[in-house]
Every structure is written in structure tokens, then in C-alpha cells.
């Protein structure tokens, strides 16, 4: 009996052990151009001053008037947070749309590139730019957060865009509807819930963002941390610690609810 032919093998790709062995070699440079001396923390010396400078926090900052000026340096990190996450998802929508080459307008990849951009620019130096403009405060906290996230959600929300399924919208276009109303009624309810969550995700982040960003001038916890560090005042400096510990637990929390109940 004669064998039926068996169908060809499927010739082999390199493509993946050549990536993961340019990846081990980069790791290997990486750790040999690097002059890591991990036994130098390690010293007497070393310990002996890092237990010094640890025991300078303690006890924390527990006088009444610290502890209202703390809460609300919270409450205004917290709003920078929140205002700039806000902002930002705002404004990457509009620019996912035309970077997921939704209705014409501007070039697809020009608008790619403005994203890539702005999410390239960390969020203090964006701070340190409109400090120059804006002036000392939280204001300029706030909109560093927004021009960086802006660009983190505008990528996330056109790829979330991009994987709805197109057959609801193309139906309600064949039915007469009008574009914009067919997006609406098919393919952002899709894509809501990822785009929901990817913001929920991006304020968490400006929380801990909005904390360093006082570093710089920008108001809030950060402020406060940098003022009582330069003056050596570490009680005062253990106290914010803490209030940003418990800030970026709160939102941690309150953003993981959220999420569950998108998610369901």
C-alpha cells in the first residue's frame, strides 16, 4: 500500500533564539560595564551610618498643627493626582482617535509621534519646564502629570480602540447610522471598561508621581519632604514618609476596587 505523502516540515525559525541571546548578551554587558560593589553596603562603616541616619526619623512628628499642615499637603497631592489623570484621559482620547485612524484628521503617525513625545519626557522634567511658566505650586505639578500621562493613555487607549471587533460599527453604519453615532453606540462600549481600567492604573502612578514631584517646587507632599530633608528636620521628614505611604495605600486600594468592579 502505497504511504500518503506526509505534508512538509515547517522550516525553523531563529528569529527567537537569536532575540533571547542579544538579550542575555545585553545583560551580560550590562553587569560587566557596570562597577556594581555590593559588598561595600554591607561594611561597618556603612552600617553603622545607615543606622544612624535611619534612627534620625524616629519618633515621628506627632504635634497637632505638623499633623493638619501634613494632611493638607495630602489632600492637595491627591488632587494633583487626580485633576491630572483627568486632564490627561481627556486629552488622550481626542488624540486616540486619529492615532487609531479613526474619522481622517490628522496623519496617523504624526499623531503617533506627538505620543511617543510626550510620554518620552519624564514627568519632572516636564515639571521643570512649566515651573519656568507657571510659577512655583501645584499647578505646574498638575499639568506635568497630564502632559505625561496624556501620552501613556492617548497609546493605550488607541491600541484598546484598535481591538474592538469592527463588525457592531460596520452594522450600524450599513443601517444608515452616522459614524460618530456608531462609535458611540458600538465599539467605544467595548473598548470603555480596558480604557477605564488603564486610567484607574495611570492614577495610581500620579500618586506616587505627584509625591516626588514636590521635589521640584511643585506643592504637595514632595514639597514639604525636600523642605524638612534640607533643614535636617528628620522627625518632621519620617511623618510626611509615612503620609505618603498611607496616601499611596488609599488609592491603591480605592483604584483595586474600582477595577473589580469594572471588571465584573
Given at each position: 500500500?502505497?504511504?500518503?505523502d506526509?505534508?512538509?516540515s515547517p ?9 533571547l541571546a542579544?538579550?542575555l548578551a545585553?545583560i ?7 562597577r556594581?560593589d ?10 553603622g551610618?545607615?543606622s ?7 519618633p515621628?512628628e506627632?504635634a497637632?498643627?505638623f ?6 499637603a ?5 488632587s494633583?493626582s487626580?485633576?491630572?489623570?483627568l486632564?490627561a484621559?481627556?486629552?488622550?482620547l ?5 492615532a487609531a485612524?479613526r ?6 503617525a504624526?499623531?503617533?509621534?506627538v505620543?511617543?513625545?510626550l ?8 515639571a521643570a519646564?512649566l515651573?519656568?511658566?507657571a510659577g512655583?505650586?501645584?499647578f505646574a ?8 500621562t ?7 487607549f488607541?491600541?484598546a480602540?484598535?481591538?474592538a471587533e469592527?463588525?457592531?460599527e460596520a452594522?450600524l453604519?450599513?443601517?444608515g447610522a452616522p459614524?460618530?453615532t456608531?462609535?458611540?453606540?458600538a465599539t467605544?462600549?467595548?473598548s ?7 486610567m484607574l492604573?495611570r492614577?495610581?502612578?500620579n500618586i506616587?508621581?505627584a509625591a516626588?514631584?514636590?521635589?521640584v517646587?511643585?506643592?504637595?507632599l514632595?514639597?514639604?519632604l525636600?523642605y ?11 511623618t ?9 495605600a488609599?488609592?491603591?486600594?480605592i483604584s ?8 465584573r
Open positions: 500500500m502505497k504511504r500518503p506526509l505534508p512538509p522550516r525553523r525559525s531563529w528569529s527567537t533564539p537569536l532575540l542579544a538579550l545585553l551580560v554587558a550590562s553587569f560587566a560595564t557596570l556594581l555590593l559588598a561595600a553596603f554591607f561594611t561597618p562603616e556603612a552600617v551610618t545607615t544612624e541616619f535611619l534612627g534620625g526619623f524616629a515621628p506627632t497637632a498643627p499633623l493638619r499642615k501634613t494632611l493638607d495630602a489632600l492637595e497631592t491627591l494633583m487626580a485633576l491630572g489623570t486632564l484621559a481627556l486629552a488622550g481626542v488624540l486616540a482617535l486619529p485612524g474619522w481622517g484628521g490628522p496623519p496617523r504624526a499623531v503617533r509621534i505620543l511617543n513625545v510620554r518620552s519626557i519624564p514627568e519632572l522634567v516636564w519646564l515651573l519656568v511658566a512655583l505650586g501645584p505639578g498638575t499639568l506635568a502629570l497630564a502632559a505625561h496624556a501620552g501613556v493613555l492617548g497609546r493605550l488607541a491600541d480602540l484598535e481591538n469592527p463588525q457592531p452594522a453604519r450599513a443601517n459614524a460618530l456608531a462609535f458611540f453606540y467605544l462600549p467595548q470603555l471598561p480596558q480604557m477605564l481600567s488603564y492604573y492614577w495610581e502612578n506616587r508621581a516626588v514631584l514636590g521635589v517646587g511643585a506643592g504637595g514632595g514639597q514639604m525636600k524638612h530633608l534640607s533643614l535636617f528636620q528628620m522627625q518632621s521628614a519620617a510626611v514618609v509615612l503620609a505618603m505611604l498611607l496616601l499611596v488609599l488609592v491603591d486600594a483595586y476596587a474600582l477595577r473589580r468592579v469594572l471588571t
